[in-house]
């Protein structure tokens, strides 16, 4: 999975004509050969102790209850958790209950990759879970979700019906978005390695109608809204001691009006700027944490190794080159570089994985300059390195 994979398989006009606009479906997409297999799947469960609701089984809509398909286990420390019985499991997913598994790109490295693809191209955070079907039974009810989604198909079939009432509905509005329209403006069938983008608001219903089980991840993207750069442009007024101070809550009328008027005249400098959600944009990028990696065992110093490879933790760094220096700016930290430096960081904002000894070559410079280079980054938690990335 790369950046190029996935803008492919969204088109070249997806930004232009269909995000937060219109629904797409990509028929046969992506190749989704190892990105997530059943056997992975039975792996993350057994291996792992994902307590409700990270991993829940659903059925018309309702959450079934957890001691349907789990015991509840006592350890020595007098916690209890809930271990996964097959047996009831396997009998609640036959009776028509389907299994979600949320963020899978925590746990499994192709889902978090594919996961950073959508990132670094639509440029917010990504969250994916997965889904598992077996019968034409909804799992999840006819629902709408208060973000955008992209779907991959990874194995079976699963068939979509959509409707839009209430555009661009939030998680928490101040309206009802009302009932979901009866006549579904479309309907479709998706198969291994077909990608679908649904935009947040539309309402839908979900199942595995065409006689074969369903294994499937949706890719949501977090929202961007005016509330949403209004909250950052007031951090951004802070600097004026106008906006520091009390309002006049007891005060007179004409000074409570006087007050107003100033707010609203640096509210205005702000908002005249024409760069300023693209402004919004960088400081997000560059304060999106990503997924954090440690460096184990390298706890103090990153060792002049060549072979140790490296990788950013998030997919939304902001580069940015100038005469003296190039800044970095990546999971909340900004660096500042000499130019020659570039060289190093270009291939890692691109989402690369790089041995040290290439970067230094690629750079021309010495392989411990790299070494520090990279431990800056480690520390503040931009990058890990390790041996087998």
Known sequence: MTDLS??????????????HREYRH?????DVAGLMTWDDLNQILAAHRLEPPRMRLSRDGK?????????????????????LHPAELHARLEEGASLALDSVDELHPPIARLAEAIERHLRTRVQANLY????????FGVHWDGHDTVVVQLDGA??????????FPLYRDIEDPGEAPSEPVADLV?????????PR??????????GVRSLHVTCGLRTHTATDLMAWVSEQLLTHEDWRRDLPLLASPDVQADAVDGMRKRLAELLDDPTLIARYRAAMDGQAVGRMVPSLPYIDAIP????LRIRLTTARAVLETGEDAVTLSAAGSMYEFAPAAEAVLRPLIDGRTVDLATLAETAGLALEDVAGLVQELVVGQAATVGSLL
């Open 190 to 198: 998706l198969l291994p390695g077909d990608v679908l983008y649904v």
């Open 304 to 307: 002049v190794d060549g072979s």
């Open 63 to 83: 959450t079934l209850l957890v001691g349907g398909y789990t015991a509840p286990v006592a350890t020595r420390r007098h916690t209890v958790w809930h271990r």
């Open 6 to 19: 996935i803008a492919a398989c969204l088109g070249e006009d997806f930004l232009a004509q269909a995000l």
């Open 201 to 210: 608001g539309v309402w839908h219903a979900v199942s595995a109608d065409q």
């Open 132 to 139: 598992a079907s077996w019968t034409s039974t909804d799992g």
């Open 158 to 167: 699963k068939r979509w019906r959509y409707g839009t009432t209430r555009p």
């Open 26 to 30: 990509v028929p046969g997409a992506l």
